[in-house]
Each structure stands twice: as C-alpha cells, then as structure tokens.
C-alpha cells in the first residue's frame, strides 16, 4: 500500500447522519455566582439512595481488579424474583441508555423508522439516527401520547414503536388499556417499547408498565432503570424485559462487562431496601400534588404527572417567559430544566425536591410572576 503525503490525505467521516445529530442535554449541575445550588433539573432521587446500596457499593471496592459478573446473574435473578419474571429474558445495561442502544442497534438498519411521541425523550431519536434510521414522532394531545395518531405513522419500514411509561419531560402516561390498544394495532413484526423509568412514582389505577403485558407477547420491551426511585444514577445501571429471542440478540452485541461489580452490588441491595422505594414514593406522593396546587395557585399550568418531576408550563409575556423564570431561579440557587429542545419553549421540568425547596421554587415563583 502507498502512504499518500499528509497534504492529500482523506480525513476520516463520520458516516451520513451522525452529524446531524444534535447531542443528548444533561439537566445542568451549576448556576453562575451560586456556591451549592440545589439540582431539580435532572429528576434524580432528592432523598439520595439506599443506605444498605452505600454499604454494598464500599465493601465492593475490595475487588476493583477484578473483571464483574458478565451475565450479572446475582442482580437478574434478584430482579426476576422481584418482578416475578424470567431471569433469562433480562438484559442488564449501562443504565437504560445502553439498553435503549443496544435495541435499536438490533433492529435498524438505514432507511427503516421509529416511531414515538412529540415530546419523546431524546434518547431515542439519537439511538435511531445513529443506526440511520428515520424518526417519525406523532402529535400528542394535550402532552399525552395519542394512540391512533401513533399507529397511524407505522408503516413498512417500522421496526420500533417507543412509549415512555410516564413520560420525560411531560410526566403523563398512557392507560394500560391505551397500552393494550398501542399494541393491538401494531404488525407482530414491530416491536413496542415501553420505557418505565419513572413506573415506580406512578400509582394510578390506570397506569401500567406493560411488564404484564410483555409476558405474554413476542414484540414488547420493558425496560427499567435503578437511576430514579433506587438513587443510583452515578452508578448507571438499567434494564430490559425481552423476549427471549430478542434477549438473546441483544446479549450478542452487549459489551461483555457492560455492568461494573459495585454498580451491580449497590443494585442488588438498593432492591432489597423496600423501606427507602416507600420513602422515596411516599416523599413524591406528598409533594407532586402540593407542587400543583401551589404552582397552579401563582397561575402557572402545571401538567398532570406520575413522575418525580412537573412539567410546568409559563407565559409568553416577556418578563415573565420560561427562560426569564429559569435565569431567576438559577439566580437564587434553584437549577431547573429549560426543555426548549423538546419543543417546549413555554415550559420548565422541576424535579420535585425536599420541603424547603418545593417551598422556596413557589415563593421565588410567586415573586417573579408578581415582578417583586
Ligand atoms: C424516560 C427516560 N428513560 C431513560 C432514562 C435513562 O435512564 P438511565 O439513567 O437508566 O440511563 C431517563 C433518564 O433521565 C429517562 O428520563
């Protein structure tokens, strides 16, 4: 082989698509001029995690040489018995990005398609395109995900049909007869998944997860993630229930120790701590509706949600905009989540935080929209 000079030599390209990508949006973690501002932009765990997690993340650092479990068996056997499902047909991730990843490195190829929801979380797109596959994304209602405008946009070339059980960044959710309807509608051959990341702070009547509804059926994915109600987003573990098929196909290309050791360690344990997932339900179940009423009591339209967080929407009087009221509250130490990317300029996400900043976000809320 010739080695060309340096002046004639082709730079390497991203293949077609990859930068037109526009990257995932971290909630920020710093306001300017502000020591130790409080996180409510990221819908992580306010309470932190698990003690019990703490202690089984520490006594695994005895072992940091040592490669983790691959299958991570210890964590997907403590799942199955937990959730009552087949150990077999778990998938462990990265946190439930990789999971997200993994599936659609699965099942696109370029030219096919996903479909979601307006508002859908970004993840998925991104998975998509990389795998240069179209994103098709069907109107919402209200916020809410619209079921038949969903089947609607499924056609051929659909090989993912994305639901988010609630939804990030609007905190509403489908029925689980609206979930039975998604996937009643869908060609065998599309594969509907359901995203619960936030399952656990949602305890309508009318809410599923769509576990009960994956048992059964050849082409549903449910995945979950320890990063919410366990408290473990440092650690980045999720996971996925497949069929055993399309378990099988993703542990093919699953990197092979994708799960460190102390990540899988704290999961076992934060599992175990049924009292902290009480606590930490019970600290959303008691602020989320107080949230409302008093953000709704200053006049601002906050959505439903069955999440950790509220997505509330703001004037567009200047003044008094959502960008002015994020700068106003990062100000005074309060970061929230401007979602302008997910084509809500109107609209801030707060993750629901501790007594005394669910109080200061209504009292500087109140001030601002008063102009004090
Ligand atoms: C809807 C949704 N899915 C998945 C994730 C990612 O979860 P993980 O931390 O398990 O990767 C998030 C994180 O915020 C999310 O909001």
Known sequence: MTVQPPTERVKPEAKPGILDITPYKPGKSAAEGVEHP?????????LGCSEAAREAYLAAAGQLNLYPDGRGTVLRNAIAQ???????????????????????????????????????????????????????????RRFRIDVELMLELVDARTKLVFITQPA???????????????????????????????????????FSDGLELARGADNIIVTHTFSKIHGL?????????????????????????????????????????????????AHIEQWRPWLAQQLGGVGLEVVRSGANFVLVGFPTTPGKTAAEAEAYLAHRGL????????????????????????RALVDHLAAFLGGR
């Not at 409080?38 to 306010?46: D, H, T």
């Not at 689980?176 to 065998?188: I, K, N, Q, T």
């Not at 401007?338 to 084509?343: D, E, S, T």
Request: glycine content about 8%.
């Open 38 to 46: 409080v996180k409510l932009s990221g819908n992580e765990n306010i």
């Open 82 to 140: 937990r959730w009552r499902v087949e150990p077999e047909r778990i998938v462990l991730g990265c946190g439930t990005d990789e999971v997200l990843h993994l599936i659609n490195q699965v099942f696109l190829e370029p030219g096919d398609n996903i479909v979601q929801g307006q508002y859908a979380f970004g993840a998925y797109g991104i998975g998509a395109r990389a795998c240069q596959a179209e994103v098709k994304s069907a109107a919402e």
């Open 168 to 206: 990030n960044p609007t905190g509403t959710f489908c029925t689980r007869d609206e979930l039975v309807r998604l996937h009643a509608g869908l060609p065998p051959s599309v594969v509907l998944v359901i995203d619960a990341a936030y399952a656990e702070f949602c305890t309508d009547p009318t």
């Open 233 to 281: 987003a440092s650690l980045r573990v999720g996971w996925g229930y497949a069929p055993a098929t399309i378990a099988d196909a993703i542990d093919r290309i699953r990197p092979p120790f994708n799960v460190s050791n102390p990540a899988l360690s704290a999961a076992v344990a934060a599992l175990g701590d049924t009292e902290f997932q009480a606590r930490s339900l």
């Open 335 to 358: 970061i929230v989540r401007g979602v302008a990317n997910y084509g809500l300029p109107n609209h801030l996400r707060i993750t629901i935080g501790l007594e005394e900043h669910n």
